[in-house]
Every structure is written in structure tokens, then in C-alpha cells.
């Protein structure tokens, strides 16, 4: 059964905070050394050091194994590296095509409710989804975002984006992960999110013509009322090194 869809209180930050740095980071941004980087924005931010932030970037294709991860789920092991990952979660892909966002917020400067967080962040994917006359839904007992597929048969529903966070000093790190147009074959080598009676699905799969420039003004406009303003950031030169064409 399907949950509230909608998010009565937003998860705004106090009224003296300064605006989220937004980045969007182009090319494929290679995983262990971008989470080193976003670990270490995390603590600056703990330690009133840098304002809050969201990175929006790409990965090669990888699998990561979040806290709660079987190793049974690892259905073809040496087809992709796999990533030990800090976040909640199990096994998942990220790839060329799918958005990730690494969300850097500080709970300190918001609510300390980790609940109210996951449903915020769902709560910023079905809004960004419904910009694009797509009907996310969130469920009671699946963290994630879903779409119905009823051209599929009775109760048919697929996965659209996934959510994994992990907290430190009440600062949040890792995120989202939107599929605008991964290749979703590759989803084939893990039980995505330990789940097996569902499937995974896409924008562009679900016949929208959306780019990754699409998909991120929505992300954008869909962030800001949940959780504040943002500003557009250059970004660190650390960061620029980590590109991988």
C-alpha cells in the first residue's frame, strides 16, 4: 500500500543560514575518491567551516554495498568494481545516465530527525518527477521512489530512484540517485535494494525524451521549497582533478 505522498512541513534550515552550494560536476566522477572529498566538505561543515551543499555528478558504472548488503544479492560479482559504501542501504548501481546527488545538509541547523530527512528526500525526488507528469510514489515498506506500471499487470511498479544516507556530527552525506537514462541492463548483476519481486525503470524508459540538463533544473526547482535556497558554486579545484572524461 502506498504512503502520504506529499510532505506537510519542510525540512528548511534556520532563517540565518546561508544558501546550499549547488554544484553540478560534468563527466564520470570516479567513486572512492569523490567520497573521500565529500566526506571531508561533511566535517567542514560540522565544524561551521563551509555551508551545506548538493553535488550533482555521474559515475562509471560501478555497484556499491550499502550497511545492510547480503552477499548473495551480488548476483554477477567481477562484472563492475564494487564499492563498500558507509550509507544505509544494500547493494545498488550507479552509471552513466543515472544523477546522483550527494546531499551535505546539517541537521543541527535543521531538525535532528533522520525520518524526517528520508521523507524529505523523497518527498524532493516526487516532486522533481512530477515536473515531468510523472507520478513518484513513496511506500510504507521500500525506501526508494516507484513508479506503477500497470501495462505490466496488477500491481506492477518499478523502481525509479533510490535513497542512501549516512550521518556524522549531524551532517548528512551520500544521497539520491535519479535514473534519467542508465543503461538498466546493468542493474541485472545485483538484487537492486535487496529487492526481487520489483523491477527498475528510467525517464527515458518510461518514453520521456528528458536529458541530464532537464532532469537537474527540475531537481533544482523541486529542492528548493523542501529545503531553502541555492546558490550556484564553482565548486573545488580538488574536485576538478577527481573529472574523469
Known sequence: MASRNTLDIP?????DSPPVD????????PYEATVAAMEARAAAI????APECVWLL???PLYTAGTSAQKTDLVQPGRFPVHESGRGGQYTYHGPGQRVAYAMLDLSRRRQD???LVASLEAWL???LWSFHVRGERRDDRVGVWVRRPERGDGAEDKIAAIGIRLRRWVSFHGIALNVDPDLEHFSGIVPCGIRDHGVTSLVD???PVTMADADLALRAAFEPIFGPTSTAAGPAALADLRRE
Open 11 to 15: 525540512f528548511l534550515p534556520r532563517p
Open 22 to 29: 549547488w554544484l553540478v560536476l560534468p563527466g564520470l566522477m
Open 46 to 49: 560540522a565544524d561551521g567551516k
Open 58 to 60: 555521474e559515475h562509471p
Open 114 to 116: 533522520v525520518r524526517l
Open 126 to 128: 516526487i516532486g522533481t
Open 206 to 208: 518510461l518514453g520521456l
